[in-house]
């Protein structure tokens, strides 16, 4: 095992040493040994592979958080995680071109066909809350153990749709952007207090009545960003007026949905 500076380390491995230490402060490739007096950081031949494998993965735009949970994995679950992240990358990027498409569409003034947008009351609710604050590529890791926790029927919730949970976002996100991120869960009037002691680090709070906007989300579309546009346009269409801090309510897993399926609702409450 050669022991090597991080300037050698970092040609060798493809890597500029300010992403080492990027790396390094994020646990994703720490040095192998630190110098006590002077704090240089020593690194070992043998985690070259690993390094290079960061690189290729960072060429993909791949988060660094993502990258972690990939490196962790057995070699075989490996490629399937990173085919799985690659098609969630072509779906972003068809969802980039149909909103360039609804851009050139809106410069020429031609007519853009939007979602289908209804109207329904919701109403009064509690509800379990948790936020951060969140880039784009964080939603995932925060939102997805929520959903299972809050999701399945061992939570007791409210009938229908109003008792589904659901991410409400207060913000715009972006990959270096970061807003606040609310995970809502409603409650069962009756077993708030019982639910609410097994759930201490989040928060109790209350939903008032109200109507809102919403349309349904296919797999095929999941990425798209027209159904923001379709909510915007209808508020324009009908004089109305919104709080905009859009809802997203799950309805299926999308590992177990055709690419016709509903996954999601976007919903906006009107003012």
Request: charged residues 25%; negative net charge; glycine residues 6%.
């Amino acid at each position: 095992m050669e022991s090597l500076s991080i300037g050698t380390f970092a040609r060798l491995a493809r890597l500029s040493p300010k992403a080492l230490r990027l790396y390094a402060e994020s646990g994703l490739l720490p040095p192998a040994h630190v110098d006590a007096d002077t704090g240089y950081r020593w690194y070992s031949s043998t985690q070259l592979p690993r390094a290079r494998q960061i690189a290729r993965l960072r060429r993909l735009d791949m988060p660094l958080t993502r990258i972690r949970s990939v490196l962790d994995l057995p070699p075989e679950q490996r490629a399937r995680e990173l085919g799985a992240y690659w098609d969630e990358q072509q779906r972003a990027f068809a969802a980039k071109g149909e909103l360039v498409g609804f851009l050139i569409a809106q410069l020429t003034g031609k007519q853009v066909a939007m979602y289908d947008v209804s109207i329904r009351d919701i109403p009064a609710r509690t509800v379990l809350r948790q936020t951060d604050h969140l880039t784009a590529d964080q939603i995932g890791e925060f939102a997805t153990p929520l959903f299972a926790r809050f999701g399945g029927p061992a939570v007791p919730r409210p009938e229908g749709i109003a008792g589904l949970p659901f991410l409400r976002y207060h913000g715009e996100l972006g990959a270096d952007d970061d807003a606040p991120v609310e995970f809502c869960c409603p409650i069962s009037e009756s077993d708030i207090d019982a639910v609410a002691k097994q759930f201490p680090e989040m928060i109790v709070g209350t939903e008032q009545a109200g109507r809102e906007i919403y349309l349904g989300i296919p797999k095929s579309d999941m990425m798209t960003a027209l159904g923001f546009e379709s909510l915007h346009q209808w508020l324009l269409d009908h004089n109305e007026e919104s709080d905009w801090r859009p809802r997203q309510i799950f309805l299926r897993d999308p590992a177990h949905a055709d690419e016709s399926d509903i996954i999601y609702e976007l919903a906006v409450t009107l003012t």
